[in-house]
């Protein structure tokens, strides 16, 4: 396979559309929401471009409205795995030896598609009722970076293909060729951003891969118009093949097999944990040794120095913390307040709170939408009541909830005086922020104490004008979070921007978004061509003379 090398020029982010009242985007899209809530769709797997229906199904709900029935998804079992196995190495023979330009251009097709037409509504309105997102952070998500992941993993792939040997002598020419992996791509995304299951598979594919994605139950539904958005824009079928279903059983099935050739997950630590133990029992039945891809969780700090903007504080940790109902990997979890700044923090918090609203992301005027499902609700209202009735913590807003509509849980507030508190250690993926309040001397200390507090090492930020102060948190804090963020919420980073990613207990660290993730995904192989034949084995130093 040739690797060749194009004038690619480096993209821009695709503009964020604000959906301000009279602006044409925000009657399209209110329409493309009337119109796709009024349906029920039955939605099939996808096996080398076939629609296949099992009958093993189970119903698409709306979070808001858990009433609300928007089509119903169908299982794979056993013998679609092992059809969708068939089919994406049936389609490996084409693809992998495609010229890269032209798998290229189907991806930057795609995100034309995405910007330029109807399908940027498709996208945010199925993202909308599905997961439960606001306008803004559906666009944010199903349309901009996924559009933005396509273009720039095109310009990063070049690049990776302009990577040559600095050097060739006279009479020789050495070449590296970037071969995609030897055999399929595993593809698991969570329910929280539409666009990993465009980039969890696309990313491989773009490096000429082939790969299964198994989206998450509670997001199938915008899942599946991102295939069918793939399949419309060109995509060979049997590339990405589409496989909802039950993830142990399709997991179980995929890592006994010879040709995984490798893990694309984002999704929990104890799962990625076990999926590498179970990966690493197989190795001797495996073709090649698998490449192993994954972002999990993270339990994400805001530390507040005391020469901190306080109101820029308080902006930061609503839109940190409580965007998306908090279910983001990045979102703000636990914050470290000084004394002096605390008391103006908390009114700015408490005030500006009380006046959000929640409710159905019909209603533009709704900050926060529900939670994604009724485990997820219960969860975080453990952790809720768990604080409510432990003498350490106390609730300063929010706390409210309720699931008679839809999974609705206000933003909620704790403080703690237990720096090691249950809601300061761990993962609780919704609306709750705690926060501990720290004598304003022990800076250094509570910054050790922030460090070691928690497993993970996603997202983390630090909130200072003393400058002295911002480099002591970046040298204290610097394996606590992978992407670091100074005088900003430790959410939102943006592709081509702020490659995405965390170490410790939060992954490998491969960074979505950048050359570092696409590197992954090929097997370079080295070329040496000599020009000149030799006509002597033998060394000048043999010679006697």
């Given at each position: 396979?040739?690797?060749?090398?194009?004038?690619?020029?480096?993209?821009?982010?695709?503009?964020?559309?604000?959906?301000?009242?009279?602006?044409?985007?925000?009657?399209?899209?209110?329409?493309?929401?009337?119109?796709?809530?009024?349906?029920?769709?039955?939605?099939?797997?996808?096996?080398?471009?076939?629609?296949?229906?099992?009958?093993?199904?189970?119903?698409?709900?709306?979070?808001?409205?858990?009433?609300?029935?928007?089509?119903?998804?169908?299982?794979?079992?056993?013998?679609?795995?092992?059809?969708?196995?068939?089919?994406?190495?049936?389609?490996?023979?084409?693809?992998?030896?495609?010229?890269?330009?032209?798998?290229?251009?189907?991806?930057?097709?795609?995100?034309?598609?995405?910007?330029?037409?109807?399908?940027?509504?498709?996208?945010?309105?199925?993202?909308?009722?599905?997961?439960?997102?606001?306008?803004?952070?559906?666009?944010?998500?199903?349309?901009?970076?996924?559009?933005?992941?396509?273009?720039?993993?095109?310009?990063?792939?070049?690049?990776?293909?302009?990577?040559?040997?600095?050097?060739?002598?006279?009479?020789?020419?050495?070449?590296?060729?970037?071969?995609?992996?030897?055999?399929?791509?595993?593809?698991?995304?969570?329910?929280?951003?539409?666009?990993?299951?465009?980039?969890?598979?696309?990313?491989?594919?773009?490096?000429?891969?082939?790969?299964?994605?198994?989206?998450?139950?509670?997001?199938?539904?915008?899942?599946?118009?991102?295939?069918?958005?793939?399949?419309?824009?060109?995509?060979?079928?049997?590339?990405?093949?589409?496989?909802p279903g039950s993830g142990p059983t399709i997991s179980n099935i995929i890592f006994e097999n010879r040709n995984f050739a490798g893990l694309h997950f984002t999704g929990?630590?104890?799962?990625?944990?076990?999926?590498?133990?179970?990966?690493?029992?197989?190795?001797?039945?495996?073709?090649?040794?698998?490449?192993?891809?994954?972002?999990?969780?993270?339990?994400?700090?805001?530390?507040?120095?005391?020469?901190?903007?306080?109101?820029?504080?308080?902006?930061?940790?609503?839109?940190?913390?409580?965007?998306?109902?908090?279910?983001?990997?990045?979102?703000?979890?636990?914050?470290?307040?000084?004394?002096?700044?605390?008391?103006?923090?908390?009114?700015?918090?408490?005030?500006?709170?009380?006046?959000?609203?929640?409710?159905?992301?019909?209603?533009?005027?709704?900050?926060?939408?529900?939670?994604?499902?009724?485990?997820?609700?219960?969860?975080?209202?453990?952790?809720?009541?768990?604080?409510?009735?432990?003498?350490?913590?106390?609730?300063?807003?929010?706390?409210?909830?309720?699931?008679?509509?839809?999974?609705?849980?206000?933003?909620?507030?704790?403080?703690?005086?237990?720096?090691?508190?249950?809601?300061?250690?761990?993962?609780?993926?919704?609306?709750?922020?705690?926060?501990?309040?720290?004598?304003?001397?022990?800076?250094?200390?509570?910054?050790?104490?922030?460090?070691?507090?928690?497993?993970?090492?996603?997202?983390?930020?630090?909130?200072?004008?003393?400058?002295?102060?911002?480099?002591?948190?970046?040298?204290?804090?610097?394996?606590?979070?992978?992407?670091?963020?100074?005088?900003?919420?430790?959410?939102?980073?943006?592709?081509?921007?702020?490659?995405?990613?965390?170490?410790?207990?939060?992954?490998?660290?491969?960074?979505?978004?950048?050359?570092?993730?696409?590197?992954?995904?090929v097997s370079p192989r080295t070329i040496k061509e000599n020009f000149v034949t030799r006509k002597d084995f033998r060394y000048p130093f043999m010679s006697e003379k």
């Amino acid at each position: 396979m040739v690797n060749a090398i194009f004038n690619f020029s480096l993209p821009a982010n695709e503009e964020v559309k604000s959906y301000a009242p009279g602006t044409p985007e925000r009657e399209a899209l209110k329409s493309k929401l009337k119109e796709m809530q009024s349906q029920q769709i039955d939605i099939p797997l996808i096996i080398g471009g076939k629609e296949i229906r099992t009958g093993n199904t189970a119903n698409i709900v709306m979070p808001h409205n858990h009433k609300h029935v928007l089509g119903k998804y169908h299982k794979a079992g056993e013998k679609e795995v092992n059809m969708a196995i068939e089919a994406a190495m049936e389609a490996y023979k084409i693809w992998s030896v495609m010229e890269w330009h032209d798998r290229a251009a189907i991806f930057s097709r795609a995100a034309d598609m995405i910007t330029l037409t109807d399908w940027r509504y498709i996208l945010n309105a199925s993202t909308m009722l599905c997961q439960s997102k606001n306008v803004h952070q559906a666009e944010i998500d199903a349309v901009c970076e996924t559009a933005d992941f396509f273009r720039f993993n095109i310009f990063y792939a070049n690049k990776i293909y302009q990577e040559q040997p600095p050097h060739s002598p006279h009479g020789m020419w050495n070449r590296m060729e970037y071969r995609p992996l030897e055999g399929f791509v595993y593809a698991i995304a969570p329910f929280n951003f539409t666009t990993f299951n465009a980039n969890l598979p696309g990313a491989p594919a773009i490096m000429g891969n082939v790969s299964i994605l198994k989206p998450a139950g509670t997001s199938v539904y915008s899942a599946y118009f991102i295939v069918k958005l793939l399949e419309a824009a060109g995509l060979p079928p049997g590339v990405i093949n589409f496989l909802p279903g039950s993830g142990p059983t399709i997991s179980n099935i995929i890592f006994e097999n010879r040709n995984f050739a490798g893990l694309h997950f984002t999704g929990s630590t104890p799962v990625f944990q076990q999926m590498w133990k179970t990966i690493s029992n197989n190795l001797p039945k495996y073709k090649t040794y698998p490449r192993i891809v994954g972002e999990t969780g993270g339990k994400d700090f805001v530390f507040v120095h005391k020469s901190a903007d306080a109101r820029g504080v308080g902006v930061s940790l609503i839109q940190g913390a409580f965007e998306y109902q908090g279910q983001k990997c990045s979102a703000a979890s636990r914050t470290y307040i000084p004394k002096s700044l605390w008391p103006e923090v908390k009114h700015y918090l408490v005030t500006e709170l009380k006046k959000l609203k929640t409710g159905d992301v019909a209603d533009f005027s709704n900050y926060n939408n529900a939670v994604i499902d009724k485990a997820a609700f219960d969860t975080i209202v453990s952790y809720i009541e768990y604080a409510r009735n432990n003498k350490d913590a106390e609730i300063i807003v929010g706390g409210d909830y309720d699931d008679k509509v839809g999974y609705f849980i206000n933003p909620t507030i704790i403080v703690t005086t237990d720096p090691k508190f249950k809601t300061m250690e761990e993962e609780i993926f919704g609306p709750v922020l705690t926060v501990y309040v720290y004598d304003d001397e022990k800076y250094e200390e509570t910054l050790h104490l922030c460090d070691e507090t928690s497993p993970y090492a996603l997202t983390g930020a630090i909130f200072g004008q003393d400058r002295t102060a911002i480099v002591t948190a970046d040298r204290i804090l610097k394996h606590a979070a992978g992407n670091f963020y100074i005088n900003d919420k430790p959410t939102g980073a943006v592709v081509g921007q702020q490659p995405f990613g965390g170490a410790r207990g939060s992954g490998t660290n491969d960074k979505a978004g950048s050359f570092l993730n696409l590197v992954r995904w090929v097997s370079p192989r080295t070329i040496k061509e000599n020009f000149v034949t030799r006509k002597d084995f033998r060394y000048p130093f043999m010679s006697e003379k």
